[in-house]
C-alpha cells in the first residue's frame, strides 16, 4: 500500500505490517526521525498497522521530536514505565489507567498504601534502569478474550473492567521487557528515548472519579526530550509553588481554612480582614457611583424559594442539604438572585424607573466535592460581588456596555491586563423563552462586538 508521508514523500508499505518497517527509508531523507504521526485527527505511532483492506491513499502528518505533540509520545510511554517500575517494585500493586496530561503524566495504580517520598525516589531509580535498557516498545492486537484471558493472569482486575467496557472486538496491548499494558497508543518507540523525566507528587484518586469506586494512588510525573527543559519546567514549578496563594495567605497573616471548622470554609484574620474590608469598601463605593442601589440578603431562606426560582430544578447538586425547622424547611443559600426579584417586587414600577440596578456583597454557599477544594479558588462559602439589573429591552445593549465597562476597570484597578473574554450562550438547561435567549446572547454580541473586545 502507498503512504504519503507530508513532506516526506511517498512510500511503499506491505499490507499488515507496522509503520516502523519504513524507517530504514526514511532515515535515507530525514536526519531527524518522526516521534510519531497524525493521522485523520488521531496520533499513531511506528508500532502501527494498517489495516490490509485500507484501499484509499494515506496520508500522515510527520510529528517531530521538537513539535510540541511529540510530547504525548514521550509522555504516555513515560507513564507506562512508571507502570512497569512500580510493579517490578510492588508486585501485588494494581493498574488503573495512565495517560499523558497537558504538563506531564500519570498512572493511578491501587496498593494497600500510599507512596511515599522514599517510594518515590526508589520508583525513579527503578524508571531511569529501564530507559538506560533502551527496551524496544511493541504493540499487538488481540481479540478481546485473548485480552480477558491475559490480564486475568497478570491479575490486573481493573484491566479486565476497562476490556468489558470496550466495544470493539479487537484490543490493542503495548509491551517493553516484561510490561503488558492494555493501551490504545501511542508510543515512543523504546524506552531509552525518555531523556529527562522527574516524578512529582502521589495523590489519591477514586476509580472513574467516583467516591464509591476503591481510591488508588495517582502517580504525577513529567518527562521531556531534554534535561535543559525539564529543568526549566521545575524551576517554574517552583517558582509558582512560592506564589501560591495558600502559602502567602499563611505567611502574612491573611486568611485560614482550619479542618474542626469545615473544608472550604474560610476565616479571614485580622490583617485579611481589614484588606477585605478596603475592597469592599472600594467596591460599594464604585457601585454607587455609577447607579447600582446596595442590597443586604439572609443567608438562608425557606425552601420554597429555591423551588420558585427554579434552582431545585437546575442546581440542587450544587446545593446544601435542606434544614428543618419548626415544621418548615430551609435552605442555604447557593445564590442572591430571588431575594433580588423580592427587592424589585416591594412595589408596583414603572419602566420609567428603568434600570434598576441592585447590588450585594452576597456571602452564597454551595457543596463542591472535597476534592476539588484548593485554598480561596475553590470552596464552599464564598462572598459573590453580585448584581442584577432589571431594564427594558430597548436598554438591553447599553447596560451590557456599562457592566462590561465596570468589569474591566475593576480588572485594572487590581493590574489585571491579560484576560481572555468568553460568550456564555444558552446553556442545555435553561428557563426562559427561547425567543428571550437568542435576544440576549444576540445583545451580549453586539456589545462586545461594540467594545472592541
Ligand atoms: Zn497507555
Ligand atoms: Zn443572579
Known amino acids: 500500500m502507498k503512504i504519503k508521508i ?58 517531530f521530536p521538537s513539535d510540541k505533540e511529540a510530547l504525548h509520545f514521550l509522555r504516555h510511554t513515560s507513564a507506562h514505565v512508571l507502570a512497569q517500575a512500580v510493579k517490578e517494585l510492588f508486585p501485588e500493586a494494581k493498574l488503573g489507567i495512565g495517560p499523558p496530561t497537558e504538563e506531564g503524566f500519570y498512572y493511578d495504580i491501587y496498593y494497600e498504601r500510599s507512596f511515599n517520598e522514599e517510594d518515590l525516589e526508589k520508583i525513579e531509580k527503578r524508571i531511569k534502569e529501564i530507559i538506560k535498557k533502551n527496551l524496544p516498545l511493541e504493540r499487538k492486537e488481540l481479540s478481546k478474550e485473548e485480552a480477558k484471558d491475559l ?30 499494558d492494555l ?40 518527562a521531556f526530550f531534554s534535561k535543559d527543559e525539564l529543568k526549566a519546567y521545575l524551576d517554574r514549578l517552583e517558582e509558582i509553588k512560592k506564589r501560591d496563594h495558600r502559602k502567602l495567605g499563611k505567611e502574612l497573616e491573611l486568611f485560614t481554612i482550619e479542618e474542626d471548622i469545615g473544608p472550604g470554609l474560610v476565616i479571614w484574620l485580622p490583617k485579611g480582614a481589614i484588606l477585605r474590608n478596603i475592597i469592599e469598601n472600594f467596591w460599594i463605593k464604585i ?29 440542587v447538586e450544587n446545593m446544601f442539604p435542606p434544614m428543618e425547622l419548626e415544621n418548615r424547611v430551609y435552605q442555604l443559600k447557593p445564590m442572591n438572585c430571588p431575594f433580588h426579584i423580592y427587592v424589585y417586587n416591594q412595589k408596583r414600577r414603572s419602566y420609567k424607573e428603568f ?24 470552596v464552599r462559602g ?18 451590557i456596555i456599562k457592566v ?29 423563552s427561547p425567543e428571550i435567549w437568542d435576544k440576549s446572547e444576540a445583545a451580549l454580541k453586539r456589545a462586545l462586538e461594540n467594545k472592541g473586545l
Open 355 to 378: 434600570p434598576i440596578r441592585y447590588c450585594e456583597l452576597g456571602t452564597v454557599y454551595r457543596f463542591e466535592r472535597s476534592g476539588v477544594l484548593h485554598g480561596l479558588l475553590r
Open 183 to 222: 493501551c490504545k497508543g501511542p508510543h515512543l518507540l523504546s524506552t531509552g528515548e525518555i531523556k529527562a523525566i522527574k516524578l512529582l507528587s502521589v495523590a489519591g484518586a477514586y476509580w472513574k472519579g467516583n467516591e464509591n469506586n476503591p481510591m488508588l494512588w495517582r502517580i504525577y510525573g513529567t
Open 151 to 180: 490480564f486475568k493472569k497478570l491479575k490486573e482486575d481493573f484491566k479486565l473492567e476497562l476490556i468489558n467496557e470496550i466495544s470493539d472486538s479487537e484490543v490493542s496491548i503495548y509491551s517493553q521487557g516484561d510490561f503488558i
Open 287 to 315: 457601585h454607587l457611583q455609577r447607579g447600582y442601589q446596595l442590597v443586604y440578603t439572609p443567608h438562608i431562606a425557606l425552601r420554597d424559594l429555591w423551588k420558585i426560582s427554579g434552582h431545585l430544578d437546575f442546581y
Open 6 to 63: 507530508k513532506g516526506l514523500g511517498e512510500f511503499q508499505l506491505n499490507p499488515s505490517t507496522p509503520l516502523k518497517n519504513l524507517i530504514p527509508e526514511i532515515k535515507k531523507i530525514s536526519k531527524v526521525l518522526p516521534v510519531g504521526f497524525k493521522y485523520k485527527d488521531e496520533y499513531i505511532d511506528w508500532h502501527y498497522t494498517f489495516n490490509k483492506d485500507i484501499s484509499e491513499n494515506l496520508e500522515l502528518e510527520p510529528i
Open 382 to 399: 464564598f462572598t459573590q460581588d453580585d448584581a442584577h439589573i432589571f431594564c427594558r429591552e430597548d436598554q438591553l445593549e447599553e447596560e
Open 404 to 432: 462590561l465597562d465596570l468589569v474591566i476597570y475593576f480588572l485594572k484597578v487590581f493590574g489585571f491586563s491579560e484576560y481572555k473574554i468568553f460568550l456564555s450562550t444558552r446553556p442545555e438547561k435553561f428557563v426562559g
